[in-house]
Nanobody, 123 residues
Framework: QVQLVESGGGLVQAGGSLRLSCKYP????????MGWFRQAPGEERDFVAA????????DYEDSVKGRFTISRDDAQNTVYLQMNSLKPEDTAVYYC????????????????WGQGTQVTVSS
């Protein structure tokens, strides 16, 4: 069973930064895209950012554009989400996920999920 393991969450003041990491199984792990999603209390899980496995094109939800950056390091088998200028509304559990097939959008259709990491931004 494929496992994705997130880390890097925590408590930070508004305006601060955090970098989330998502460890994937290794160089043989094949997928179409890797994404980050978040879920605030009482809310649905929402798309945040994604990176295509080949070509590395990216997609971002509007509210995080210019503040968050998704990247991948194959040597470390890790996908990162660098989060800058954090706001209290960014508070949520953040999930890493893998999209195994091209369905025409990197914002949905993810079949493998990590366990989540809590990000709390204080005002």
């Amino acid at each position: 069973q494929v496992q994705l393991v997130e880390s890097g969450g925590g408590l930070v003041q508004a305006g601060g930064s955090l970098r989330l990491s998502c460890k994937y199984p290794g160089p043989t792990f094949s997928n179409y895209a890797m994404g980050w999603f978040r879920q605030a209390p009482g809310e649905e899980r929402d798309f945040v950012a994604a990176i295509k496995w080949t070509g590395r094109s990216t997609d971002y939800e509007d509210s995080v554009k210019g503040r968050f950056t998704i990247s991948r390091d194959d040597a470390q088998n890790t996908v990162y989400l660098q989060m800058n200028s954090l706001k209290p509304e960014d508070t949520a559990v953040y999930y890493c996920a893998a999209q195994l097939y091209d369905i025409g959008s990197m914002r949905k259709g993810y079949g493998v999920w990590g366990q989540g990491t809590q990000v709390t931004v204080s005002s």
